[in-house]
């Protein structure tokens, strides 16, 4: 046996222990197993109204579409989580989400996820910027209207008053009552102790051609993911700027080496980590749980919505959902666990006739079978893919069409050994010569899963035939590569052992 076959037969062992370590470990761990989708274990039911305020007249039901699309794309990314998404009417979106509580549903669905960057200013600073500016004589324009006694306030007005005696104060300036007054603008004020300097984080800008641009979310390129911090051990999220957000990410970070720089997700701070470097494409947000950080992501990788949605209570809109139900399993548990009993009896048969039929070689046929069933489940768990009826269906024929390119070579083997070649010579032969029709069978339902996938994202079944496109496309080749390179491995090991000499193992 050669270094290269020692070296791929270490290879497929070291894969296989992989693929099943995952898939064992998280049940020893108490993880949770396969994601199953509505039809298998049902979820959660959301019914969104629409707030079209801020919305050009005649532009509603383009900005409810691309509300539709961003949380399409925050759940289903990859088009295997199978959502059912709809607009019903005008003004309402409903959204079911298989396995996820109402909160999740809520935190994913519902939460604008706008995304932008501040740094921190105290008042003294903020006040000069105001008086150089010419901004002195300032209006308040309701006496009281600003209660700030947890000086937690955002606001667009330009100034509140800080102490009590001055809410009564309709002209102040920002020079001759400094002590007292805080410009607001865009700025965001955060809790502080009694005795602390009070500070606002403004907008993070840099300039861009001359112009002065806030850094925001929307310079965000849609391929952030969920990390673990090496030093802390902690979940983060890291994210990439497109060309116009890392030069302003540079120069921004490059201005505040030492200062914090707050990362503040619909108004609230979620990180104000202190720059250490500048730093341009690249950057991480933290102080984040593992289910917070996957959320962001999604949400992130989505985009914000152009819309609030929650429901309307008279001329009040609140952000809550309008309907919250549970959704239950389309099929019940009995209907589910037949039809795993009648897959498992299926599968064993096969595998039986395998055996009986082409012996040895259907013996390694099985074997192979068995590491593409564990590399397919470990990608179903990794993705993760939210198993329907429609992916059991594609995982199903993709064993079909595995078990079929083995028989392609055992039938092409069985000819050259009965024209009396060597087994070795015979397992070459046998590979060559099938490898045509086995390569044109599995490219052929390729560009078929391509169509399907192309299709379906254009039908309101699209998360159904998209699952169902994309698990055969992946079975497909996984089923190619355990053929062409697993079993070939196995076969030519066998040459090497005594077995080979038993031609009966090889002929049925």
């Known amino acids: 046996m050669s270094r290269r076959q020692k070296l791929t037969l270490v290879s497929i062992a070291l894969l296989f222990a992989f693929t099943v370590s995952t898939l064992v470990i998280d049940k020893i761990w108490g993880r949770e197993g396969m994601s199953l989708g509505l039809d298998l274990q049902g979820g959660t039911h959301l019914v969104y109204e629409a707030d079209f305020s801020e919305v050009q007249p005649g532009a509603e039901s383009d900005a409810i579409e691309v509300t539709r699309g961003i949380i399409e794309k925050r759940i289903n990314r990859y088009g295997v989580s199978e959502p059912v998404i709809q607009i019903i009417g005008d003004d309402r979106i409903s959204v079911q989400i298989p396995g996820v509580t109402a909160e999740e549903a809520k935190s994913l669905v519902g939460t604008v996820a706008e995304l932008d960057f501040r740094e921190q200013k105290g008042v003294d600073a903020t006040l000069a910027e105001a008086a150089n500016g010419g901004d002195n004589q300032i209006t308040v324009n309701d006496a009281g209207g600003f209660e700030v006694d947890d000086t937690c306030v955002l606001g667009i007005s330009s100034v509140a008053a800080i102490e009590k005696e001055n809410w009564e104060t309709r002209q102040i300036t920002a020079i001759n009552v400094s002590t007292n007054i805080l410009t607001l603008d865009s700025a965001l004020f955060t809790d502080h102790q009694p005795g602390e300097p009070l500070s606002a984080w403004i907008p993070s800008t840099g300039t861009i051609d001359g112009g002065e641009i806030h850094l925001t979310g929307k310079y965000l390129l849609p391929n952030s993911y969920v990390d673990v911090d090496p030093q802390t051990g902690q979940p983060v999220v890291r994210?990439?700027?497109?060309?116009?957000?890392?030069?302003?990410?540079?120069?921004?970070?490059?201005?505040?080496?030492?200062?914090?720089?707050?990362?503040?997700?619909?108004?609230?701070?979620?990180?104000?980590?202190?720059?250490?470097?500048?730093?341009?494409?690249?950057?991480?947000?933290?102080?984040?749980?593992?289910?917070?950080?996957?959320?962001?992501?999604?949400?992130?990788?989505?985009?914000?919505?152009?819309?609030?949605?929650?429901?309307?209570?008279?001329?009040?809109?609140?952000?809550?959902?309008?309907?919250?139900?549970?959704?239950?399993?389309?099929?019940?548990?009995?209907?589910?666990?037949?039809?795993?009993?009648?897959?498992?009896?299926?599968?064993?048969?096969?595998?039986?006739?395998?055996?009986?039929?082409?012996?040895?070689?259907?013996?390694?046929?099985?074997?192979?079978?068995?590491?593409?069933?564990?590399?397919?489940?470990?990608?179903?768990?990794?993705?993760?893919?939210?198993?329907?009826?429609?992916?059991?269906?594609?995982?199903?024929?993709?064993?079909?069409?595995?078990?079929?390119?083995?028989?392609?070579?055992?039938?092409?083997?069985?000819?050259?050994?009965?024209l009396g070649k060597t087994l070795r010579a015979a397992v070459e032969a046998g590979f060559n010569r099938a490898w045509p029709a086995i390569r044109d069978g599995n490219f052929s339902t390729l560009i078929t899963c391509i169509i399907l996938f192309w299709f379906g994202s254009r039908i309101i079944a699209a998360p159904l035939v998209m699952g169902f496109a994309l698990t055969l496309g992946i079975g497909v080749v996984i089923s190619m590569l355990t053929a062409i390179l697993v079993t070939r491995s196995f076969l030519r090991t066998i040459v090497f052992t005594p077995l080979a000499r038993r031609g009966s193992l090889f002929r049925s």
Request: charged share 15%; aromatic share 8%; hydrophobic share 50%.
């Open 239 to 418: 994210f990439e700027w497109n060309e116009d957000g890392a030069r302003l990410f540079s120069q921004i970070t490059g201005r505040l080496i030492g200062e914090p720089l707050g990362i503040i997700l619909d108004n609230e701070i979620i990180s104000a980590p202190t720059v250490q470097s500048q730093i341009g494409a690249t950057g991480i947000i933290e102080g984040l749980t593992y289910d917070e950080a996957r959320i962001l992501s999604s949400q992130l990788n989505g985009g914000a919505l152009p819309l609030p949605l929650g429901h309307w209570e008279g001329d009040e809109f609140y952000p809550e959902p309008a309907v919250i139900q549970s959704v239950d399993a389309t099929l019940g548990a009995d209907s589910l666990r037949w039809s795993l009993i009648a897959g498992i009896i299926g599968l064993a048969l096969v595998l039986a006739f395998m055996i009986l039929y082409y012996r040895l070689p259907g013996v390694l046929a099985c074997a192979a079978l068995l590491i593409y069933g564990a590399i397919m489940l470990t990608i179903f768990k990794m993705v993760p893919v939210t198993l329907t009826l429609a992916h059991i269906a594609a995982f199903i024929l993709s064993i079909g069409m595995a078990i079929d390119a083995n028989i392609l070579i055992f039938e092409r083997m069985k000819e050259e050994l009965r």
